[in-house]
């Protein structure tokens, strides 16, 4: 029997796991929540609810799409985080993580939470780098990756985006991150939801579709990837697509600390 020394748990964390945050292991947009919070600690005007709030009801009645909404959400964080001090960004983020971590899916949060064991645990967020370390912090994420805002000397936000290019290839991402930390990409384990996780999806050896949308749930049908669908307390499995040992465990089970 293997002894279950240091050396082996060091090394067992060579293995990697990479999770999507928003509509994956969070149940909402860290984006959303932060913007929303900004709103009303009046750090943010009022009015930028109005740069997404048509594309919002057409999302809510099912006219227009979430992709819609979400892009408008952004547009509203980029035009209003400029000139904002850093601090009081981190102060709502640690506000909005502190209220809803629990906010989460089951399957994901037992996933992670059983991972974490023996995996190196790797979050690629397209979020803000304030909401996704606070969150990433809080699940026991080894590393997160997120979109930096950049800050001028007086701590201030410039609204320039840092490294952008690098946050919209998350495969790349996890390439950097394999080669830096000497990871293996051999029994990796891949949960995204959206066509924006397809990149890293198809590095690891086991790919995940989680409550996926049409773009990403057609590209896992052709793949033969796993599509796990979560809704309400039933976590079903949609089609027989290879699943690692340890995640039939977790579907099983589906119990986890909190
Ligand atoms: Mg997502």
Redesign the pocket.
């Known amino acids: 029997m293997e002894k279950n020394t240091r050396a082996n748990k060091k090394s067992s964390k060579k293995r990697v796991a990479v999770f999507?945050?928003?509509?994956?292991v969070f149940r909402s947009?860290l984006l959303i929540e932060l913007l929303e919070e900004l709103i009303e600690e009046k750090i943010f005007p009022k009015k930028a609810r109005k740069v997404y709030s048509r594309e919002l009801q057409n999302w809510l009645n099912r006219k227009g799409s979430y992709e819609d909404y979400i892009e408008k959400v952004i547009l509203a964080y980029h035009r209003f985080i400029k000139k904002k001090r850093a601090e009081d960004v981190w102060k709502a983020a640690r506000k909005v993580v502190s209220d809803q971590k629990n906010f989460t899916y089951r399957f994901t949060r037992c996933l992670v939470s059983e991972l974490k064991k023996n995996y190196y645990l790797l979050a690629i967020?397209g979020s803000p780098q304030e909401m996704v370390r606070e969150f990433g912090k809080k699940f026991g994420f080894d590393r997160t990756y997120s979109r930096i805002f950049e800050t001028d000397k007086k701590g201030r936000f410039t609204g320039k985006i840092l490294f952008e290019d690098m946050i919209k290839d998350k495969g790349k991402i996890l390439k950097t991150v394999v080669k830096k930390k000497g990871l293996n990409l051999k029994d990796s384990i891949g949960v995204?939801?959206?066509e924006?996780?397809i990149p890293f999806l198809k590095l690891v050896d086991y790919p995940i579709a989680f409550n996926p949308n049409l773009q990403l749930y057609r590209y896992s049908q052709r793949r033969k990837w796993p599509v796990i669908v979560e809704r309400k307390n039933v976590v079903y499995r949609l089609n027989r697509g290879r699943l690692p040992q340890i995640v039939k465990t977790v579907l099983k089970n589906l119990k986890c600390p909190r």
Do not use: K, V
């Open positions: 999507d945050l928003d509509g994956t947009s967020s995204g939801d959206t924006a996780d």
